[in-house]
C-alpha cells in the first residue's frame, strides 16, 4: 500500500478493525476525533511495531519491559510516559501519558513499518456506537463522512473478541484500567 501523508486507514488487529494516521501528524489525529466524533477529552492509543520503536516514543518502565515481553505482540496496552518527540495533542494525556500496544496481526504490523511511525489504532465506529466486524458494515456506520477514509485494508469479518487488557504500567506495580483479552490475574503473575 501506498501511504500519503494525508492517510487515514481502516485497517485489522488482533482485537477489532481499528482506524489509523500518523501518530505524530496533529492534523490527522484531529481529522481522525472529527471523524469518529470524539472529544478533545481521551486520547488516542498508538500501535507500534516492536519494543525498539516504543522506547523512541514513551519511557519503557522495567514492568513494561516485562509485561511487554510476556504479552507482545497481542492485545495489551500499557500506559507510559511519553517522550518529547511525541507530544501530539489527541494521543498524549494531560498528564503526559500515552497508551502503546504492538498488535498481532500482520497487516497492522506491515502498515506501522511502511509509515516508520505509530499509527493510531481506536476502534472502527462512531463514538458511542457499536463496533462492526466488517469493513462494508464500518464504512456505512461513517455515512458520508466514510469517503475521509483514504485506505481500506480488508481481512474479511473479524472473530468476536474483547477490547485490549489496558494497564498502567508507568510505576513498579501494575495497574489493570481495563480488562480484555488478557486477564488481570495473568498481568500480576508476568509483572
Not at 35 to 44: A, E, M, V
Not at 141 to 151: A, L
Request: with cysteine; aromatic share 4%.
Amino acid at each position: 500500500m501506498q501511504l500519503r501523508s494525508d492517510f487515514l486507514v481502516l485497517y485489522p488487529t488482533d482485537t477489532l478493525y481499528g482506524l489509523g494516521v500518523d501518530a505524530t501528524d496533529a492534523r490527522m489525529v484531529e481529522r481522525l476525533k472529527k471523524l469518529k466524533g470524539r472529544g478533545d477529552t481521551k486520547p488516542f492509543t498508538i500501535a507500534v511495531d516492536s519494543l525498539e520503536m516504543m522506547e523512541k516514543y514513551a519511557e519503557v518502565t522495567p514492568l513494561a519491559e516485562n509485561l511487554a515481553k510476556s504479552f507482545l505482540p497481542g492485545p495489551l496496552t500499557l500506559v507510559l510516559c511519553a517522550k518529547p518527540g511525541l507530544r501530539t495533542s489527541g494521543v498524549v494525556g494531560e498528564d503526559g501519558s500515552v497508551g502503546i500496544r504492538i498488535p498481532n496481526h500482520p497487516q497492522a504490523l506491515r502498515l506501522i513499518r511502511e509509515l516508520g511511525k505509530p499509527v493510531t489504532v481506536t476502534s472502527a465506529n462512531v463514538s458511542g456506537m457499536q463496533t462492526e466486524k466488517t469493513p462494508e458494515k464500518i464504512l456505512a456506520q461513517f455515512g458520508e463522512k466514510s469517503s475521509w477514509i483514504t485506505h481500506v485494508i480488508n481481512a474479511g469479518e473479524l472473530p468476536l473478541s474483547k477490547a485490549s487488557t489496558l494497564v498502567d504500567a508507568r510505576g513498579e506495580e501494575p495497574i489493570v484500567l481495563r480488562e480484555g483479552t488478557i486477564p488481570s490475574g495473568a498481568v500480576f503473575v508476568a509483572s
